[in-house]
């Protein structure tokens, strides 16, 4: 399957030629910079559960503790995961639930459901969803941020993200943001650099939270 680090100029230009807006994006932002870090999907899913509804350099803090205690492995094996008690947990950080879904992750990799990297690769975007979402604490949206930045899939559209849905209403000066469905139905033409798209979204939503609200208002329309 392609990479999305491969033929990002065609991708802006098909991403280009679908919407105007969009194309002033892209034109503002500069060439993309998504890119993949490969790893494990099992091991990208416990560190995907770690950052929920935590700031990435406290997620990393509270994963270093737990690679601490399992110093001779790379990351932790499912093995290791599954024998830690909950007190281990709870001393490296992990909220209850969190510990629960974690070893969620580690019963469903030990038993084959979460496939290795070889595996991932040969198996479709939506077979991985249908697969992983069974895993108690990961949803559609962590199984596609799997897909984007751990197995660099290209197509991948998460219509859920808030960041995406809003850069989609600030490039077009909307009242609210798109509902999920719609958001897909307009990305429909973007494929299959979907994933490209997110990206370039994402950007025009970080890029309004260092505007002051005054500048956004005055640069909105009259």
Do not use: N
């Not at 093995?79 to 992750?105: M, N, Q, T, V």
């Not at 979460?114 to 077979?127: F, I, K, M, W, Y």
């Not at 469905?181 to 939270?209: H, N, V």
């Amino acid at each position: 399957m392609a990479s999305v680090t491969a033929g990002l100029g065609d991708a802006e230009q098909h991403l280009s030629a679908q919407d105007g807006d969009l194309a002033l994006l892209i034109a503002r932002v500069g060439p993309s910079r998504l890119a993949a870090a490969p790893r494990e999907p099992y091991e990208a899913l416990v560190r995907a559960v770690a950052h929920q509804q935590l700031h990435g350099r406290a997620a990393e803090r509270i994963l270093g503790r737990l690679l601490e205690l399992h110093s001779g492995e790379a990351f932790p094996a499912p093995a290791s995961l599954l024998a830690l008690p909950d007190e281990a947990f709870r001393a490296c950080g992990f909220s209850a639930s969190k510990a629960a879904a974690i070893r969620s992750i580690a019963d469903h990799a030990a038993r084959g459901i979460v496939p290795g990297a070889e595996e991932a690769a040969s198996l479709t975007d939506e077979v991985l969803v249908e697969r992983l979402v069974s895993i108690r604490g990961v949803g559609r949206w962590t199984v596609e941020m799997l897909l984007i930045f751990t197995l660099g899939r290209p197509d991948v559209l998460p219509v859920d993200d808030f960041g995406v849905r809003e850069g989609w209403r600030l490039i077009k000066r909307l009242d609210a943001q798109p509902r999920p469905r719609e958001l897909a139905r307009i990305g429909e033409g973007w494929g299959p650099w979907r994933s490209t798209a997110a990206w370039y979204l994402w950007r025009a939503s970080d890029e309004a939270k260092r505007v002051p609200q005054a500048g956004r208002q005055a640069d909105g329309p009259t």
